[in-house]
């Protein structure tokens, strides 16, 4: 038993790890005996069938007193069954981050930036709820109401904000009215905070305009650079070309010339 238990105590292996230090759990292998039977001596072993509640399929005394059972028994192979249980799996209810747990914590655990435009749409689920958590979501601190549509400032207007009985927030062909601060409570522990920032489609559309302005003008600028230089390079260093003449000459003394005039007659 010595190498499983030095392993228990000693191993860096992950499981073995988690075991120690997360569980808190020190596990040693050792032998359990049970109380002593009577002696049998003159083979009346049929005793242990009536007093043992569990016998191994591979049992060393089953094959001694039914070998025809033992032959059928011991061919069972070694297996596993496994039953899935049903569940959402929720770090704070098995006592992970506490400070939320307890609702002393206080930031908002999730918190984000959200930049829409005139007439998107956007829709919000707070995180680590289910159907049996009391969700609450607010807007720059108001309470938006489960089941409810939030009236439009204007009358006549189609409602941008609701929050279904599923406790999902609904933001809808938003404008600039609805930009604010969203947060959301989980059984009073604060979740999650949304930043939510509304711009017009033209500004955006504009600014989204420069940028690639400036880009483009990056890239002309460098490649004007680039050619600009390599004429100048060019221009000092014209007096080492070789001209028409020079490679004709070079084509007569490689005996070049005659082939070339004849591809250029047949051509």
Excluded at 156 to 169: A, M, N
Excluded at 220 to 237: D, E, F, M, N, Q
Aim: glycine share 6%; net charge negative; with cysteine.
């Amino acid at each position: 038993m010595y190498p499983i238990n030095y392993l228990f105590k000693n191993s860096l292996s992950p499981e073995y790890v988690y075991i120690r230090e997360n569980l808190k759990l020190s596990l040693e292998l050792k032998s359990d005996w049970e109380s002593w039977g009577p002696c049998e001596v003159c083979g009346r072993d049929e005793i242990f069938l009536f007093n043992a509640f569990e016998v191994s399929c591979r049992s060393l005394l089953l094959k001694k007193l039914t070998p025809t059972i033992f032959n059928s028994t011991r061919i069972v192979p070694d297996f596993t069954e496994i039953h899935h249980c049903e569940g959402i799996c929720n770090p704070d209810a098995e006592g992970a981050n506490a400070g939320w747990k307890v609702g002393k914590a206080k930031s908002y655990k999730y918190r984000k930036t959200v930049v829409m435009s005139d007439g998107d749409h956007l829709t919000l689920i707070c995180p680590e709820s289910t159907l049996e958590n009391n969700v609450v979501w607010k807007k720059n601190g108001m309470e938006l109401k489960r089941g409810e549509s939030v009236k439009p400032e204007k009358f006549g207007e189609e409602p941008r904000i609701l929050v279904d009985t599923f406790s999902t927030l609904y933001l809808v062909e938003v404008t600039s009215t609805e930009e604010g601060n969203y947060t959301c409570l989980v059984d009073n522990i604060k979740m999650e905070q949304v930043i939510i920032f509304i711009v017009s489609k033209s500004r955006l559309f504009s600014a989204l305009f420069v940028r690639h302005l400036l880009y483009l003008g990056f890239v002309l600028s460098l490649t004007l650079t680039c050619y600009i230089g390599g004429v100048v390079v060019a221009c000092k260093k014209r007096y080492t070309f070789k001209t028409y003449k020079i490679l004709k000459n070079e084509a007569k003394e490689s005996g070049t010339e005659d082939s070339d005039d004849e591809e250029e007659d047949s051509f």
